[in-house]
Nanobody
Framework: QVQLVESGGGLVQPGGSLRLSCAASGIIFSINAMGWYRQAPGKQRELVAQITNRGSTNYVASVKDRFTISRDNAKNTVYLQMNSLKPEDTAVYYC????????WGQGTQVTVSS
């Protein structure tokens, strides 16, 4: 049974930082690409960042140079380091992987507000 469990969300002021974590189980983590998506109220879910099994990364333009995705295969965990946060980054952030089927975590709320 595949499980993705996110943590690390919260309330932060503009310009602040947060690090999200996603612990995976039930998959051979080291061979899977992993991704972070987000969904703001009234908007469609969008891909924020992806990391392949070999560590190649890609980002949506709006977070480049501010967010960093990384993975620790020994801990079956993927991270999203978010710096210089803006109010428009406010959303529920979801961890994702695909092994024939799409798997999602339960989401973690990130709120950027003064």
């Amino acid at each position: 049974q595949v499980q993705l469990v996110e943590s690390g969300g919260g309330l932060v002021q503009p310009g602040g930082s947060l690090r999200l974590s996603c612990a995976a189980s039930g998959i051979i983590f080291s061979i899977n690409a992993m991704g972070w998506y987000r969904q703001a109220p009234g908007k469609q879910r969008e891909l924020v960042a992806q990391i392949t099994n070999r560590g190649s990364t890609n980002y949506v333009a709006s977070v480049k140079d501010r967010f960093t995705i990384s993975r620790d295969n020994a801990k079956n965990t993927v991270y999203l380091q978010m710096n210089s946060l803006k109010p428009e980054d406010t959303a529920v952030y979801y961890c994702h992987t695909k092994t024939g089927f799409d798997y999602w975590g339960q989401g973690t709320q990130v709120t950027v507000s003064s």
